[in-house]
């Protein structure tokens, strides 16, 4: 995980963002959207800007809007990466979140989630998150799940999923590039009994589905087009 793409268009974060609200849930913050009655959940796993950034609660909402009960866990505990602090560069900072520790911290989460009667669970996991996410089907704790600009994934991760993936890449992407997305689309194209979708989409960086700018047309469309892909593959297997 390099530093300048992962840096790029930081949001401002927000913590009263969001139509949903923020409660403890398996020992977590978690911003929580949609009926608490469905009992289908979808997991969001953040970048390492955090759950207080207003276009991951934005894109938790609409999912949720769909009929879903939509969880976005606080996984840095109040400790979002900040570019701004020069003291703890990204390398610094990622020691300190290493991606490896969201699947454990999900653990207890996705126990919560089921103690509630929740039966059934996506998950989607953007940058930071796709390892999580990618450990949760890797283990069946997630019965779908969706990639965003991965970071921290191997051949061999993408290999031990046999639940449905959608992987969405990005043309210009610098820490998972194009060459490596398929690679992982071959491994999947093997795997018969697998269904999976991946898409590089051309003309954008890492971590475009989440820190766009908002005042490019075609930024906006791009990740528009990512959303609804990401709500399209989770009304297939969910609904």
């Not at 809007?65 to 400790?79: E, I, K, M, Q, T």
């Not at 929740?118 to 999580?132: E, L, P, Q, R």
Request: proline share 8%; charged share 20%; aromatic share 10%.
């Amino acid at each position: 995980m390099s530093g300048p793409a992962c840096c790029s268009n930081p949001p401002t974060l927000d913590p009263f963002s969001g139509v949903g609200h923020v409660e403890k849930l398996g020992g977590l913050d978690v911003y929580l959207t949609g009926s608490p009655l469905s009992t289908i959940t979808i997991l969001f796993v953040s970048d390492i800007y955090g759950y207080e950034a207003p276009i991951i609660r934005k894109l938790a909402d609409r999912v949720a809007a769909s009929g879903y009960y939509v969880v976005l866990p606080d996984y840095f505990n109040g400790d979002p990466f900040d570019p701004e602090n020069l003291d703890r560069p990204l390398p610094i900072w990622i020691k300190q979140h290493h991606p490896d520790k969201g699947f454990k911290a999900s653990q207890p989460i996705i126990e919560a989630l089921k103690s509630k009667g929740i039966s059934t669970i996506g998950a989607a996991g953007f940058c930071w998150g796709a390892k999580t996410v990618c450990e949760l089907a890797k283990s069946n704790l997630s019965q779908v799940v969706v990639l965003a600009h991965p970071s921290s994934i191997t051949v061999e991760d993408i290999d031990g999923v046999n639940i449905p993936i959608a992987i969405l890449g990005a043309g210009l992407d610098t820490i998972t590039p194009p060459e490596v997305i398929k690679q992982f689309e071959r491994v999947l194209d093997a795997k018969s009994g697998v269904d999976s979708f991946v898409k590089i989409f051309p003309n954008v960086s890492h971590g475009w589905t989440l820190r766009y700018n908002t005042e490019d047309p075609e930024a906006v469309k791009a990740a528009e087009e990512a959303h609804q892909i990401l709500l399209d593959w989770f009304n297939k297997y969910l609904k």
